[in-house]
């Protein structure tokens, strides 16, 4: 079964250090979204790519947070520098078409980082 | 956005029937209700959605009131591999910004005993 990979599977770095996670897709899948999930909480979106586009990144702190989907496939998350705040888990998810209530987003196992 | 009410717990016994539920008065003529689970240390993964009526698939099924202001997901043998958060969200499908969104609340954490 196709599953979304990410990478590393865990991050450690000291604030003021850059970081980057990536992310492949479910191949086929047009619609690419990072999400940030704080320990005891839920994920939140952070970022929605339609193939190569962002459609929605109401939610990135763009001041040190960046991402990209250059070809429409996989993506790359930055962070700019880093900070202890930034400490959480980053996941990745999918899903074949535009986003409408009836898809189903497919998540990766997602990149724990933590800020020291 | 429509929001959903979850109980932050619930417990269960292996190979018994669980009813988690899940209210959402505020919900929309228009508003889907999802359920996605998060295993432990893995991404959430889809359950089951429906619109008004009852919906059932190989893992769940869900129950959907009539007035549509609460559901119930159902897990008819619960083990102990069905241990996770679960999460009630509803998705609007009336355009503008909201449209497909996926927000996700804190969830019902279920655990089961063997």
């Known amino acids: 079964e196709a599953e979304v990979a990410q990478s590393p599977r865990y991050k450690i770095t000291e604030k003021s250090q850059a970081v980057a996670f990536w992310c492949d897709p479910i191949?086929?899948?047009?619609?690419l979204y990072w999400y940030r999930q704080i320990l005891g909480q839920g994920p939140e979106l952070l970022v929605q790519f339609q193939d190569e586009s962002v459609v929605d990144d109401s939610q990135l702190p763009k001041d040190r947070f960046s991402a990209e989907r250059l070809k429409g496939v996989d993506s790359t998350l930055k962070i700019q520098p880093a900070e202890l705040g930034d400490s959480a888990m980053y996941l990745c998810?999918?899903?074949?078409?535009?986003?409408?209530?009836?898809?189903?987003?497919?998540f990766g196992p997602g990149t724990r980082l933590t800020v020291l | 956005d429509a929001k959903t009410t979850q109980p932050n717990s619930m417990e269960s016994n292996e190979e018994e029937p669980v009813h988690l539920p899940c209210n959402h008065s505020t919900i929309s003529g228009t508003d889907y209700i999802h359920w996605y689970r998060q295993l432990p240390s893995q991404g959430p993964e889809y359950v089951i959605h429906g619109l008004t009526s009852n919906v059932n698939n190989r893992m769940a099924s869900l129950a959907i009131a009539e007035d549509r202001k609460s559901s119930t997901l159902i897990l008819h043998r619960a083990t102990l591999r069905d241990a996770a958060v679960y999460y009630c969200i509803l998705r609007s499908n009336a355009g503008g910004t909201s449209y497909g969104k996926l927000t996700f609340g804190q969830g019902t954490i279920l655990t089961v005993h063997p």
């Open positions: 998810a999918s899903s074949f078409s535009s986003p409408k209530s009836t898809d189903t987003q497919y």
């Open positions: 191949s086929g899948h047009a619609t």
